[in-house]
């Protein structure tokens, strides 16, 4: 029996004592089960020694969330009662494999329901992420994630424990939370809502308040886009009042962003520059925590983004153009749709200064940006406003005409 030289390595590449790494689990442990975990400084000191070697399967889920990685690579052997390892190709088939047909049933019911079924369903989800990330909100996605509630409610109904049951629920609220997003992202917004009310649901019995904080989250992109900016600011709100937003800098910045957006919405421009303020600071002090994968979109650059909204509703478009250039310098490129918005709100900040034609050039940057890949609904929308706003500004114009027949031609 020898040290674990594999979890050491890890620690210190991300920079965690033994005390840091049993509060990040135990909070790690509370998201999925909705009970503060018990992992100690004894526990991190038999890990890290080799004295266990096979971690009881909470021990590796929390792990696995905290590090990124599985409890292999961390040197261990998988629980006991854990499934068969799943095959490669089977993996990397997933997407297919569920978008064919909204009955697919992608995660097979096994003799015995625990821990690797719910790192299998969670895997699903980070899939169906990845998909998003790249091309945006679409009917397939949704059918995805329809199925992927639809199996995890299936599975809770198999006598699992009570722990097990609240981390299906948990899930399940999750996969809906993403055919709710595709609908919003398309622009579907009345399906979307009928999503989300049972997204909220889920959400509730489960206990965890990861998934109702990205609940919370959706209901206020929503509502702002359905015009409803007081719903937008409550929903807001709610999602900052939740105990893990508390603890959590990069959801309580999220949360201050949303805010900001509501506020300026409603015209309240001391409140809404006072929560960009506080996303900036929360921000400031996140870490490197394992948190699940819906939120990877949000860092310095998507509250550039979100800041350069902000402005463009206070009426300070140069200060909006500057936060859209920031952004889109950091925006990774695999997020595709984000960099297309950014695009859209730098060109129509560039409009509101006056220069018409530097703002239907940016604009038309966004068809490069999402060539190969139908244009989201909601990026779809951003570019009618946009055109509106040049219909509006420079009238009979050139330049208007000619953005107008671009616009007509990229339809898709």
């Keep these: 029996m020898g040290a674990n030289l594999a979890l050491k390595g890890r620690m210190t ?181 009928q999503y989300l009310d049972r997204t909220v649901i889920l959400a509730g019995m489960s206990l965890d308040w990861a998934a109702q904080f990205s609940a919370w989250n959706q209901i206020a992109m929503l509502a702002r886009q359905q015009q409803r900016h007081n719903d937008a600011v409550a929903a807001a709100q709610a999602a900052q009042a939740l105990p893990i937003t508390r603890r959590d800098p990069l959801l309580a910045s999220l949360a201050q962003a949303r805010l900001a957006i509501g506020y300026s919405n409603r015209n309240d421009t001391q409140a809404a520059l006072r929560s960009l303020g506080h996303a900036e600071e929360a921000l400031a002090k996140a870490d490197r925590a394992s948190r699940p994968s819906w939120i990877a979109f949000y860092g310095a650059a998507e509250l550039l983004s979100m800041t350069a909204i902000v402005q463009q509703r206070l009426g300070l478009p140069a200060e909006a153009e500057a936060s859209s250039h920031r952004a889109l310098a950091i925006t990774p490129d695999r997020y595709r749709r984000n960099r297309a918005l950014s695009t859209v709100r730098l060109a129509l900040a560039q409009l509101h200064q006056g220069d018409a034609d530097l703002a239907c050039a940016t604009a038309g940057e966004v068809f490069g940006i999402m060539e190969g890949s139908d244009i989201p609904g909601r990026i779809r929308s951003e570019l009618r406003a946009f055109n509106h706003a040049v219909g509006d500004r420079t009238p009979g114009s050139r330049t208007g005409a000619e953005w107008a027949d671009r616009l007509r031609a990229n339809r898709s």
């Excluded at 840091?20 to 509370?30: G, H």
């Design 13 to 193: 590449e991300f920079g965690v004592t033994q005390e840091e790494l049993a509060r990040r689990m135990n909070d790690a442990i509370e998201e999925f089960t909705g009970r503060q975990g018990d992992v100690s400084d004894r526990t991190i000191r038999n890990l890290l020694s080799g004295r266990t070697r096979r971690p009881i399967a909470r021990t590796c889920v929390a792990l696995e969330r905290v590090f990124g990685c599985s409890v292999e690579e961390l040197g261990f052997s998988p629980p006991r009662s854990a499934a068969p390892p799943e095959d490669p190709v089977q993996r990397r088939s997933f997407i297919t494999s569920v978008v064919g047909s909204t009955t697919a049933s992608f995660v097979p019911v096994p003799r015995r329901i625990g821990a690797s079924d719910v790192l299998r369903l969670q895997d699903g989800l980070d899939h169906l992420t990845a998909l998003d990330d790249h091309r945006g909100g679409h009917s397939a996605l949704e059918k995805a994630a329809l199925a992927g509630a639809q199996q995890t409610l299936e599975l809770q109904q198999h006598g699992v424990s009570e722990r097990v049951g609240q981390q299906f629920f948990g899930i399940a609220a999750d996969y809906t939370s993403r055919a709710a997003w595709s609908c919003t992202d398309e622009g579907r917004l009345d399906q979307a809502q």
